[in-house]
């Protein structure tokens, strides 16, 4: 089976971890859905699991682990991530950390990016990648 390459940014991940709203059972099903592989970079674990670590939050700490030990494929061009990320947020008008992972699921071939951004926020405007946004606009 075909599954579909996704990047799924930290954001993501905390509601999984964390919330029992809409967007956190939106998480959770595209985190379960077998029809994906995942892919990730540094950067996601960085933003995510440090602070889980320092805050002792061991249940969140176990849940990150586990993603991460699920990624099929980690984008580990840390300097291409960084030169292609500038030019994303010069191109698009994004954050630093948004950038960053855009241009890491980018060169890791990724389908689509799901993030917790709403569809108003300038990482909707990137292009070559389906933006997703678990957060219901309509």
């Given at each position: 089976m075909i599954r579909k390459r996704t990047f799924i940014d930290a954001g993501v991940l905390i509601a999984a971890a964390r919330g029992r709203d809409a967007p956190s059972i939106s998480a959770l099903e595209i985190l379960d859905d077998q029809s994906r592989e995942f892919v990730s970079s540094p950067f996601v674990e960085l933003e995510v699991l440090p602070m889980a670590i320092f805050n002792?939050?061991?249940?969140?700490?176990?849940?990150y682990e586990a993603f991460f030990a699920s990624v099929s494929f980690w984008e580990e061009d840390l300097l291409g991530i960084v030169k292609n990320g500038n030019a994303i947020?010069?191109?698009?008008?994004?954050?630093?950390?948004?950038?960053?992972?855009?241009?890491?699921a980018l060169l890791s071939g990724a389908e689509e990016l799901v993030t917790t951004e709403r569809a108003s926020k300038p990482i909707h405007r990137v292009r070559g990648i389906l933006i997703t946004s678990i957060h219901d606009d309509s």
């Open positions: 002792k939050k061991r249940d969140e700490v176990e849940f947020a010069r191109s698009f008008g994004l954050a630093a950390m948004d950038s960053l992972h855009v241009a890491a």
